[in-house]
């Protein structure tokens, strides 16, 4: 596989606006791919992606092995629809079974997401960590318009790319957040974007404040935390709508990584049980 052509992909996916981190991932993996297959891309079969995976197998986990999978199954759609040097894409046809998740780490401790709440320096990263906390991704805070205020709730520009048109969703404001808001527009007077930074310094922000506040929690973490104690209030549904979610079984996750949670319902049937007297 030419150098090259692994350099026009990574500026095709800069120019879908994916993330750092995901470029920078899918470069690694397919320029490892490179070095293991040797070939030229029209050249590379179903049967050379499956012996890559299989080696990696070795050293790697599942989850590993999954990403591999999609950053090459990105790349070779890639060749074949927009190069068009080849019309298939050998990485599709290769099944692997679904990822196995690790439980998702959040703030359990409510003292914990009361410390990264007043760990802003600042009203701009006080609002930052409190639309973490309300579920948004650190894209989606950085892609937040001032139109998209709209008094006591957002409109949120989820993922998305030209391929996969971007999803909106209504998010609500508690009366805290809605102040918290409105302080800050009226005291930095935003005029296009909201924050007016973009994703990786929003990432490199919570990091930092999560330091200074003695917690363990990343952007993500505040969204976990969210997902979690949301679900101990609410129902799943819901908590989809809020969290931006394409298919429920995404939201399941967090009622797997939440064992207060499956402790409370555990404590609430077997009461049940003793109060019905199931063990007279």
Not at 80 to 91: I, L, Q, S, T
Not at 99 to 116: E, I, K, Q, T, W
Not at 158 to 181: E, H, T, W
Not at 222 to 246: M, N, P, Q, Y
Request: glycine share 4%; hydrophobic share 40%; proline share 4%.
């Amino acid at each position: 596989m030419a150098k090259d052509l692994l350099t026009e992909y990574v500026d095709y996916m800069v120019s879908l606006e994916r993330s750092a981190d995901t470029i920078g991932n899918f470069r690694r993996r397919i320029r490892r791919f490179a070095r293991f297959v040797q070939k030229p891309v029209e050249d590379i079969t179903s049967e050379d992606v499956k012996r890559f995976l299989d080696d990696c197998r070795l050293t790697a986990s599942h989850n590993t092995i999954v990403s591999y999978h999609t950053a090459l199954k990105s790349f070779f759609r890639w060749v074949a629809e927009e190069k068009g040097f080849r019309a298939d894409n050998p990485a599709a046809a290769i099944k692997l079974r679904k990822p196995v998740y690790p439980p998702r780490h959040f703030l359990a401790s409510l003292d914990d997401v009361g410390r990264m709440l007043a760990a802003g320096r600042n009203l701009k990263e006080r609002v930052i960590i409190s639309l973490g906390l309300a579920g948004l991704r650190a894209i989606e805070i950085s892609r937040l318009l001032v139109e998209d205020i709209q008094g006591d709730y957002a409109i949120v520009r989820g993922k998305g790319n030209p391929r996969q048109p971007i999803k909106y969703r209504l998010v609500p404001f508690d009366d805290y957040l809605a102040a918290l808001i409105a302080e800050y527009m009226e005291e930095y007077k935003p005029t296009d974007r909201l924050i007016g930074v973009c994703r990786n310094h929003i990432v490199n922000l919570v990091i930092a404040a999560a330091r200074r506040a003695g917690v363990k929690a990343s952007s993500h973490i505040l969204r976990h935390t969210f997902a979690t104690h949301a679900l101990r209030e609410s129902d799943i549904v819901s908590v989809k709508d809020l969290l931006g979610h394409s298919d429920i079984r995404t939201t399941m996750i967090y009622l797997h990584s939440d064992p207060e949670r499956l402790r409370a319902v555990m404590t609430r049937t077997y009461g049940h049980f003793l109060n019905g007297n199931a063990l007279a």
